[in-house]
């Protein structure tokens, strides 16, 4: 097999990453973009490595069963997502089998995925780029960008917000600069553009009151309007964010996935230490019925809105490698430790998380770190009891993983 050579097989299977994972003659793995479960395809070499190969996908020769139409007409060239010509059963078996893969060999109790999001319409926060005449996702198969012009997996107020500020910004901002968006519960929408002219400042407030728009906050500093926008859940208290700042990608999602982790609060649990904790999402709920929590976050502007978010909680602004070492080299001590790291995982931290505690709550957006960090865990002294993952993103490959590690018992590790 070379590249540059045209292959035609049937396509088995998804995954992580988005490509769909077919066998050529020679046994060897291929890798292909847009192509479902159960079609036959060709595809032609791009590339050959000794165990698998990388291939474009060049004619549906039959679609499969899990083939559906997909929504978007720019599904071809886009990459916001990767599966919408997948079915959503197809996509879902593939994450399960994505997080058992990660996780199931550790001994874990893998359980069912959760599904809390609506196919559609449920991103909350979306981040476009500016390209040559386009502003929106990057392309599928270069560094172009794609000009989105809607997109159907957004929250229609999200949708309506980023096209009237797209058509304003159009003809100012730079290639390479980015225009972000976070819908707030009552439809109200916070921008955040970075990379723009200087002049924009004075330009840019026009746009404040046009399709629910209420602040524009520029290059992290330079607010305009509204500093955030409140996200909270119907019935609860107020909590803000920013279109700057991190936010889980869908409101119903994250709504189950703060259920996951309250349910994995054990009952004796009255001291914990919270890192990666961003603007609190989980600080509430772990600082909740007087338990005392520290958290721990780098980004100043979002310990600004944890403070906010949650006065009970005593937030830090500071990197969690040095807090972990920092709090371990002093003997303190804690009942839960949970992290929420990005898709790097948190490898440099788990010795010093080991020496603090006996159980460790780990919610990890890339199920490939959580592997490598839960092996390491294991290493360390701890058992992965239980995992679930949670499709917070249809039509993406994206699987959440919320795990329980606990020291294991004497007896379990002599056995
Ligand atoms: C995946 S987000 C999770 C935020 C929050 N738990 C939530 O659910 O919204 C990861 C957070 O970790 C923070 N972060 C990333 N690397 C960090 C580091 N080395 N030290 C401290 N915070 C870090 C980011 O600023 C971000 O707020």
Not at 62 to 73: F, K, M, N, T
Not at 109 to 120: K, Q, S
Not at 168 to 182: E, H, K, T
Not at 212 to 225: A, E, M, Q, S
Request: net charge neutral; with cysteine.
């Amino acid at each position: 097999m070379k590249r540059g050579d045209r292959l035609r097989f049937t396509v088995d299977n998804l995954a992580f990453g988005g490509d769909a994972v077919g066998r050529a003659a020679d046994g060897r793995a291929v890798f292909v973009g847009g192509a479902a479960p159960g079609d036959t395809v060709e595809a032609e070499i791009d590339e050959v490595k000794p165990k698998f190969a990388r291939a474009r996908l060049r004619l549906v020769v039959s679609p499969g069963a899990e083939r559906v139409a997909a929504r978007c007409p720019l599904v071809a060239e886009c990459g916001g997502c990767q599966w919408q010509e997948v079915s959503i059963t197809a996509q879902r078996a593939a994450k399960q089998v994505i997080v058992e893969r990660a996780l199931g060999r550790l001994g874990a109790t893998i359980g069912p995925l959760a599904t809390p999001c609506p196919d559609f319409g449920y991103r909350t926060r979306a981040r476009f780029t500016v390209g040559e005449n386009a502003i929106g996702y990057q392309s599928r198969r270069s560094h172009a960008v794609v000009d989105v012009a809607s997109c159907p997996l957004l929250d229609p107020a999200l949708d309506a917000a980023l096209a009237t500020a797209r058509e304003f910004f159009r003809s100012v901002l730079p290639r390479g600069a980015s225009l972000a968006g976070l819908v707030g519960s009552e439809g109200a929408v916070h921008l955040a553009v970075d990379g723009g002219p200087r002049s924009l400042a004075d330009r840019a407030t026009e746009l404040i009151g046009r399709s629910g728009i209420v602040g524009i906050v520029l290059d992290g500093n330079h607010r305009l309007g509204a500093s955030d926008v409140d996200t909270s859940d119907p019935g609860e208290p107020a909590f803000f964010g920013a279109a700057d700042g991190f936010a889980q990608a869908s409101a119903s999602g994250n709504r189950l996935l703060r259920q996951l982790v309250r349910e994995a609060i054990p009952v004796a649990a009255q001291n914990i230490l919270e890192l990666h904790a961003g603007d609190g999402n989980f600080s509430r709920d772990l600082a909740a019925g007087g338990r005392a929590l520290r958290a721990i976050e780098g980004d100043a502007a979002a310990v600004g809105r944890l403070r906010k978010n949650v006065p009970a909680a005593e937030a830090r602004c500071e990197p969690v490698e040095r807090a972990a070492a920092r709090l371990a080299g002093a003997g303190e001590r804690f009942d839960l430790v949970l992290l929420d790291p990005p898709r790097a995982g948190a490898r440099p931290i788990l010795p010093s998380l080991a020496r603090m505690t006996d159980r460790i709550v780990y919610i990890s957006c890339d199920p490939m770190t959580l592997q490598r960090d839960a092996a390491e865990l294991a290493a360390l002294g701890f058992t992965v009891d239980e995992a679930r993952g949670i499709d917070l993103m249809p039509h993406t490959y994206h699987v959440e993983v919320v795990a329980r590690f606990s020291r294991r018992t004497k007896e379990a590790g002599s056995s």
